[in-house]
DNA sequence: CAACTTCAGAGAGCAGTGCTCTTGCTTTTG
DNA sequence: CAAAAGCAAGAGCACTGCTCTCTGAAGTTG
């Protein structure tokens, strides 16, 4: 049973982290003020401290957050692929990663930006949560009946390693080729996305989303993935 | 001439950008502090903006710094290859650009990270600069013999006068097929780098530079580039 | 050479930040 | 019902960017 104290403690902490996210979205996360919160909810500037340590710790708060969101977003419109259209698969999982992206800029530069100086995420809250969107395209890759390349042996162990660190249901048979072409495959995305939302050639690419299209295919091509059907 | 009293000027502004890129290597750009730049120089706080106008301009000034230096660099290694070689041309952008960002972390993420929150770049100032790169890779699709595509050719023409705003002297004839694949190769390698200083997969891919070679060989396969001689 | 102008630097001050500590006062609990 | 727990307030510290006025020295000019 929940008291009415703790409901709103709960309800206290769900508003500080919508206002929270407000000012990410208009202000950028360097834009994020304790005092401003508390101001905003008609509190004084210490009392913000019941309910959120330090500022570090609302910011890795919001990036479980977006990850949480972002992961679900791409999750879901994945799972509406049939499994064997792994070209559609591909296909769908870049287009929800952009549409993702453009649509939560902030929440982006959170996660696949260059990291908030001065504050560093406990790796061990947020790689897991991180982990699920580059996961997809390995799995999506492993389901691809990928000729065996000549990758070098321990470099590939020690990936295997270190994604098992990540998430340890990781399925022992990845085969070399799945690890450094998934790798690939998520770094190429993902600077194809940033690109698009920090850098110079955002008026062009953002024109023409058949743009995205193109690159995908291209680089499903390297990667061995057939077109969708 | 230079006057004492210019040189004296320029002497205490070339120790400001010094200070400055201290604190950056240090403490991230957010680290950054006109107080302490003064401090160290032995100013009152205020005498600081005798010589900088804003913390936005002084970071302004860091990121032409950063532009050109690594512009010089990687100009620098290009210009080594033998012309023809087009894949040797290619695996030393790439391992020019890494070596770059792997040696200046902080520079790197003012760059290509995130933008530095509530504060804009003004891109007259730091396009022209920040296109030596793209431009390199550019030239050197533009020099392989490639097969045209079908690309969508609004989409191209879009392309081509974003990039002749960068950089006019842009010649006319870049084939669509060159552009597009020069997005994707840049954005592709940005990618790479970025995730490997920012991301979950730091540790692996540092230890192994071997990875980014095989990388860059699968997607300049993609690009239509020959493997080095 | 004396008068005038320019300007680097000093100092005080404003508005804002994260964060800590103590002090009331209310709610929950034994 | 008294005691323990916990929320909120208020003052305060150290820091930030930035603006303003003022002084005194250096450079310029008649």
């Known amino acids: 049973m929940e008291t ?3 409901r709103q403690h709960r309800q206290t902490m769900a508003d500080i982290l919508r206002i929270a996210h407000g000012q990410l ?4 996360s360097a834009g994020l003020s304790l005092r401003a919160i508390a ?4 509190l004084v500037s210490s009392a913000i401290y019941r309910y959120v340590p330090s500022r570090d710790e609302l910011l890795t708060l919001l990036i479980e957050e977006s990850y949480t969101a972002f992961g679900d977003a791409v999750e879901a419109a994945e799972a509406r692929c049939r499994r064997e259209d792994l070209g559609r698969r591909w296909l769908t999982v870049g287009r ?3 549409r993702w992206a453009v649509a939560n800029p902030a929440e982006w530069a959170l996660l696949y930006g260059s990291p908030v100086p001065g ?9 897991a949560a991180g982990s699920r969107v580059p996961f997809l395209v390995l799995q999506l890759l492993a389901d691809a009946d990928l000729q065996p390349a000549s990758d070098d042996p321990p470099m590939t162990a020690a990936l295997h390693r270190e994604l098992d660190k990540l998430r ?4 022992g048979d990845l085969k070399p080729e799945v690890l450094a072409r998934g790798l690939l495959a998520f770094s190429s995305l993902c600077g194809l996305v940033s690109l698009e ?14 743009h995205l299209d193109h690159q995908l295919t ?5 990667l061995g993935i057939p077109e969708p059907t």
Chains 1, 2 share one sequence.
């Not at 979205?25 to 950028?28: K, P, R």
């Not at 101001?39 to 008609?42: A, H, P």
């Open 25 to 28: 979205v208009t202000e950028g």
């Open 168 to 171: 340890p249901g990781l399925p």
């Open 218 to 222: 291209r680089l499903g091509a390297t």
């Open 197 to 210: 939302l920090f850098g110079q050639f955002t008026n062009t690419v953002t024109q023409f989303p058949a």
């Open 96 to 98: 929800a990663v952009r």
């Open 4 to 6: 009415p104290r703790q």
């Open 119 to 127: 504050y560093h995420a406990p790796p061990e809250r947020t790689t």
């Open 39 to 42: 101001r905003e909810l008609g």
